[in-house]
């Protein structure tokens, strides 16, 4: 399945077998597969649900043609106010 899509395997044990497997852009593959050990699955907290628009919101606003690296400080200390108020709804 790994070579046919493109995608992570779904097992560290899987990359045994995918030694000559080189898919387009196999740099890029690599370095991202490089990083998956530093993967970690969503929290589990119920505030969750909704914090997570907030960090999808705050990380579009970085792609932004206006947006400049002045701005990442308040945007994160923004961030970290906006998932405490709604991390405190749900106790």
Do not use: C
């Not at 497997?21 to 993967?39: K, T």
């Amino acid at each position: 399945m790994v070579e046919a899509t493109g995608t992570f395997p779904l097992r560290i044990s899987t990359l045994e077998y995918l030694r000559e497997f080189r898919p387009p852009l196999s740099s890029q593959w690599q370095a991202a597969l490089d990083l998956l050990p530093a993967a970690r699955s969503e929290p589990n907290y119920r505030s969750w649900n909704e914090v997570r628009w907030a960090v999808s919101d705050a990380a579009t606003q970085l792609f932004r043609w206006y947006f400049t690296i002045d701005q990442l400080p308040a945007t994160l200390k923004l961030l970290d106010r906006t998932a405490a108020e709604l991390h405190k709804r749900y106790p």
